[in-house]
């Protein structure tokens, strides 16, 4: 007796189970890309800041980069980028930070650089925050004034901020004592600063600044009143004691 063989028709592949749930699956992935980036309910309402330059510095970057979303769509936006381009394009601004006002809603903060000191060399003259960055071209005598022939830059360290912290240090010493700095000349091998009462103090920068103000306070009482008058400089480089030299 022949035995007769059965036949399994397939089913047709969209009917099958797998088939529908991978349409589902990639159906559900594009709706959730085009919602969390595309749609407008995550749509930027504004990127503001209290400073104009700033304001007007990010309605063009939202112009230019309107096709890639960077500042128009919240799950895009690249802050850190954006961080980055606002302090290389304004050396006055110290620090920038993302302040969340509302969800679709934010607002960037920021702390500007203040001026310490007005550095000169014989073509410019800059102002120089409390780390030695120059960050504004200007002449401003209401700081103190600082002469060197250094080349400078904006957003480039001119100084290192232990030299300014060091100049401080006198700056304040001086005024405790009742002298006052005009004028700080920065040499390569010395720190010349010129006071009110017509003389020099030659520090070296490279040693101790308070050990060299101690020797200045000594030997300045030591120097009778009348002869004060006619110093030259004091030099407070080498040995332990201050070394004075009057006019001819």
Same mark, same amino acid.
């Not at 085009?34 to 749509?43: I, R, T």
């Given at each position: 007796?022949?035995?007769?063989?059965?036949? #399994?028709?397939?089913?047709?592949?969209?009917?099958?189970?797998?088939?529908?749930?991978?349409?589902?699956?990639?159906?559900?992935?594009?709706?959730?890309?085009?919602? =969390?980036?595309?749609?407008?309910?995550?749509?930027? +309402?504004?990127?503001?800041?209290?400073?104009?330059?700033?304001?007007?510095?990010?309605?063009?970057?939202?112009?230019?980069?309107?096709?890639?979303?960077?500042?128009?769509?919240?799950? *895009?936006?690249?802050?850190?980028?954006?961080?980055?381009?606002?302090?290389?394009?304004?050396?006055?601004?110290?620090?920038?930070?993302?302040?969340?006002?509302?969800?679709?809603?934010?607002?960037?903060?920021?702390?500007? #650089?203040?001026?310490?000191?007005?550095?000169?060399?014989?073509?410019?003259?800059?102002?120089?925050?409390?780390?030695?960055?120059?960050?504004?071209?200007?002449?401003?005598?209401?700081?103190?004034?600082?002469?060197?022939?250094?080349?400078?830059?904006?957003?480039?360290?001119?100084?290192?901020?232990?030299?300014?912290?060091?100049?401080?240090?006198?700056?304040?010493?001086?005024?405790?004592?009742?002298?006052?700095? +005009?004028?700080?000349?920065?040499?390569?091998? #010395?720190?010349?600063?010129?006071?009110?009462?017509?003389? =020099?103090?030659?520090?070296?920068?490279?040693?101790?600044?308070?050990?060299?103000?101690?020797?200045?306070?000594?030997?300045?009482?030591?120097?009778?009143?009348?002869?004060?008058?006619?110093?030259?400089?004091?030099? *407070? #480089?080498?040995?332990?004691?201050?070394?004075?030299?009057?006019?001819?």
């Amino acid at each position: 007796m022949t035995r007769r063989k059965t036949f #399994r028709i397939k089913k047709p592949f969209y009917k099958k189970q797998n088939f529908w749930f991978l349409i589902f699956l990639i159906s559900f992935l594009s709706f959730l890309v085009w919602f =969390l980036f595309f749609s407008q309910f995550f749509l930027l +309402e504004s990127l503001i800041s209290s400073e104009k330059e700033i304001e007007n510095f990010l309605k063009e970057k939202a112009k230019e980069n309107f096709a890639k979303k960077e500042l128009n769509f919240l799950f *895009l936006l690249n802050w850190e980028k954006i961080k980055k381009e606002i302090l290389e394009k304004f050396p006055e601004i110290k620090e920038a930070k993302l302040k969340i006002l509302d969800f679709k809603k934010f607002e960037i903060d920021v702390e500007k #650089r203040k001026g310490f000191l007005n550095f000169c060399n014989s073509q410019k003259c800059f102002v120089l925050d409390e780390k030695g960055i120059a960050f504004r071209e200007e002449k401003n005598e209401s700081l103190l004034q600082i002469e060197s022939e250094k080349e400078v830059s904006l957003k480039n360290e001119v100084f290192p901020e232990k030299l300014i912290q060091g100049i401080f240090q006198i700056k304040n010493n001086f005024e405790k004592m009742g002298i006052k700095i +005009e004028k700080v000349k920065i040499l390569e091998d #010395r720190l010349e600063i010129l006071v009110d009462k017509g003389y =020099l103090v030659i520090f070296d920068p490279d040693k101790d600044i308070f050990f060299q103000l101690k020797k200045f306070e000594i030997g300045i009482k030591n120097i009778p009143q009348e002869k004060i008058e006619k110093l030259e400089y004091i030099d *407070l #480089r080498f040995s332990n004691y201050a070394i004075p030299k009057l006019k001819n």
